[in-house]
């Protein structure tokens, strides 16, 4: 798996501290439309490896990561530029949106 899981353990050195731009995934087990978004994320991760850090949160498992982000819905899309939040997308999208958002 190329994503990187995030948890409150790594999130400063993985993101804040990431020398490249960070995609963040938001989701769920039981989230349907994360789960239909999964194999994109894969994707990007693969294609992209050089250039963005491709990560996931479990929102249920890191509850505090999903508070600071103040994440409402899933799945949830966040691109971080030098720690700091540069885009954001609620939703399935398609991959060229996503890429486009990065």
């Excluded at 790594?10 to 999964?38: H, T, Y």
């Excluded at 250039?51 to 799945?75: H, Q, T, Y």
Aim: proline fraction near 5%.
């Amino acid at each position: 798996m190329a994503e990187l899981n995030i948890t409150r353990e790594n999130f400063e050195q993985e993101v804040l501290k990431s020398d490249k731009p960070v995609l963040i995934d938001f989701w769920a087990q039981w989230c349907g439309p994360c789960r239909m978004l999964s194999p994109t994320i894969s994707e990007i991760a693969e294609e992209y490896k050089d250039k963005v850090k491709v990560c996931k949160v479990n929102v249920d498992e890191e509850g505090d990561l999903a508070a600071m982000f103040r994440v409402s819905s899933i799945p949830l899309l966040v691109v971080m530029k030098d720690g700091k939040v540069t885009n954001s997308a609620v939703g399935v999208r398609p991959k060229d949106q996503i890429v486009k958002m990065i």
